[in-house]
């Protein structure tokens, strides 16, 4: 018989990827920590224990950005972050409600042709390259 090591479970961060007509996305500028204070991202967090990863984003959305999200396809599988977290990303739209930077420095709309006009945390480059080829696919 054979006992496999288990692998440590990692804490998954869930980010939505919040499409506005016209192909706009929603990128949030951290305010912390000091290390990837100043980077963009999507805004997420992590998802609570005994919490729904769709239901933890729609909660992360409304407490930083005070709005209600409808939560859409997946955007690829699990994104590597640091050592013991992954990082799921799902596109949604708006259903209610106008964005506010309630704990990021700052918000902006990247219309195509600006998507990489931010500083994306390491992340998240990868996965705004995949979100673009989903949106330019229709
Ligand atoms: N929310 C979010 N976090 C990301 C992204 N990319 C990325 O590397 N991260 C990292 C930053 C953080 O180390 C971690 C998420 O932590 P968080 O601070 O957003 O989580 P949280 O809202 O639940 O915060 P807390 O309760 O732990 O303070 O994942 C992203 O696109 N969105």
């Known amino acids: 018989m054979t006992v496999d090591r288990e692998e440590p479970v990692p804490t998954v961060v869930v980010a939505?990827?919040?499409v506005a007509p016209g192909g706009r996305v929603l990128a949030a500028q951290r305010a912390d920590p000091p290390a990837l204070a100043g980077g963009w991202e999507f805004p997420g967090?992590?998802?609570?224990?005994g919490e729904g990863e769709r239901e933890a984003l729609v909660r992360?959305?409304?407490e930083e950005l005070g709005v209600e999200i409808?939560?859409?396809e997946r955007v690829?599988?699990?994104?590597?972050?640091?050592?013991g977290y992954v990082l799921r990303v799902w596109l949604a739209a708006l259903a209610s409600g106008t964005p506010e930077?309630?704990?990021h420095l700052a918000l902006r709309w990247l219309g195509p042709g600006e998507y990489y006009d931010v500083e994306w945390l390491g992340a998240d480059?990868?996965?705004m390259?995949?979100?673009?080829n989903l949106l330019a696919q229709g």
């Open 45 to 49: 967090g992590k998802v609570d224990p």
């Open 129 to 132: 390259k995949s979100v673009e």
């Open 60 to 62: 992360e959305c409304r």
């Open 125 to 127: 480059l990868p996965v």
């Open 16 to 18: 939505a990827v919040i």
């Open 70 to 72: 409808s939560v859409g």
């Open 101 to 103: 930077p309630r704990e």
């Open 76 to 83: 690829g599988g699990d994104w590597p972050l640091s050592e």
